[in-house]
């Protein structure tokens, strides 16, 4: 009995014991883990006001410094409070520099279109006096030959009167054109839309045509009987069948026709100009809009034609928001067509 109460007191010792051991392990793990998680909490609550703080100041710091940067993209006078609602909940850093690259090629293009219009201005005034220069010097040469004596020679004067005042009517049409270009060029020109009757329209150019149609001996017809109502400045359409006409006149052949045709597309209308004259070579087809451009000098002078109709037929139906093309073949005949708004 003895030894039974021996073995129990020894058991129990033995457990008192392990749970000593244990509670003052786990008590000792406890407080090492407390002495660190404080510290931890302390430097983490400092780590993140430091970085509000620093995030704050840095931001204000950027913005300070890129103010002159804006300033200069926009042009303008900027506060301090504008610039950070503009960023704000954004990165400024990467916003700043997108928006300086999407500047930056905004920059360059607009360059590139300046230097454009430096070498377009140059060349255009280059072919303006080069334009002017033939006929004031032929006009020169014949008055010169009157006042040298030929105003008393019944055989010339009356002649080169009317040479002279042919080049006087050239360099009317000349500065005529040149003013409709830089007016249309500025948009300076207004449209004036009114419905009004296609088919009539040409079909009475066509009458007024018909005297130097017949003198190249060119046919000209308008193939619709019905009419066709649009919505366009008929004072500048009717300049755009008047140049379209007169070139397939000037640029026919003897014996030759041209055919006004119209193609319905639905809201719209297709107005074709379709002669078999001589024709426009391939290289010289998508040149024969710009200014001054002719494909055979000589003819076109000679016809007193200024290569500035076909810019100003471009323009004005541009003007209109509309599209105007080309087809042709050299020594078949050429086609112009462009559309119109259907008065509905
Ligand atoms: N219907 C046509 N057939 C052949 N060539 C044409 C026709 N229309 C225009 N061209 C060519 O395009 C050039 C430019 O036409 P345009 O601008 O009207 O000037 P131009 O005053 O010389 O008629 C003409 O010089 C001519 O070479
Ligand atoms: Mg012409």
Same mark, same amino acid.
């Given at each position: 009995m003895a030894v039974k109460v #021996?073995?129990?007191?020894?058991?129990? /010792?033995? !457990?008192?014991?392990?749970?000593f051991i244990l509670t003052y392990a786990i008590l000792i793990v406890i407080d090492t883990a407390l002495g660190y998680i404080m510290p931890a909490?302390? @430097?983490l609550i400092l780590a993140f006001v430091t970085y509000a703080v620093s995030h704050f100041m840095i931001r #204000?710091?950027? *913005?300070?410094? *890129? #103010?002159p940067i804006y300033q200069m993209m926009l042009e303008r006078n900027m506060s301090m409070g504008e610039l950070e609602s503009r960023f704000a909940g954004t990165d400024v850093i990467s916003d700043v520099s997108d928006e300086l690259a999407s500047w930056a090629?905004? $920059?360059?293009?607009?360059?590139?279109?300046? +230097?454009?219009?430096?070498?377009?201005? +140059?060349?255009? =005034?280059?072919?303006?006096?080069?334009e002017l220069k033939t006929p004031l010097f032929t006009l020169q040469g014949y008055i010169l030959t009157l =006042?040298?004596?030929? =105003?008393?020679?019944?055989?010339?004067?009356?002649?080169y009167l009317e040479k002279a005042n042919k080049n006087v009517e050239r360099l009317i049409a000349i500065v005529k054109d040149l003013e409709d270009i830089s007016k249309l060029e500025m948009k300076i020109m207004n449209l004036n839309r009114e419905q009004f009757d296609i088919v009539a329209l040409c079909k009475d150019i066509v009458?007024? /045509?018909?005297?130097? @149609? +017949?003198?190249?001996?060119?046919?000209? $017809?308008?193939?619709?009987?019905?009419? *066709?109502?649009?919505? @366009?400045? #008929?004072?500048?359409?009717?300049q755009v069948m008047t140049n379209l006409l007169v070139n397939s006149i000037k640029y026919g052949k003897p014996g030759g026709m041209? +055919?006004?045709?119209?193609?319905d597309m639905f809201d719209k209308v297709m107005v074709e100009v379709e002669d078999n004259g001589i024709g426009i070579s391939k290289e010289n087809l998508p040149r024969v809009f710009e200014r001054f451009f002719r494909a055979d000098k000589s003819r076109s002078r000679e016809e007193g034609g200024t290569g500035l109709g076909l810019a100003i037929v471009k323009? *004005? !139906?541009?003007?209109? $928001?509309?599209? !105007?093309?080309?087809?042709?073949?050299?020594?078949k005949g050429t086609v112009f067509s462009f559309t119109l708004n259907k008065y509905l």
């Open positions: #021996k073995s129990i007191n020894l058991a129990s /010792l033995s !457990i008192s014991v392990v749970t909490f302390i @430097a #204000k710091f950027v *913005i300070y410094r *890129i #103010k090629e905004k $920059k360059s293009a607009e360059i590139y279109r300046l +230097k454009e219009m430096e070498t377009y201005r +140059k060349e255009f =005034l280059g072919n303006v006096s080069h =006042l040298d004596g030929g =105003l008393n020679d019944p055989g010339i004067n009356v002649r009458d007024s /045509l018909s005297e130097q @149609a +017949k003198a190249y001996q060119v046919t000209l $017809k308008v193939t619709s009987e019905l009419p *066709i109502d649009v919505f @366009a400045d #008929k004072v500048r359409i009717e041209t +055919k006004v045709k119209f193609v323009h *004005i !139906i541009e003007a209109h $928001k509309e599209k !105007i093309n080309v087809r042709s073949e050299l020594g």
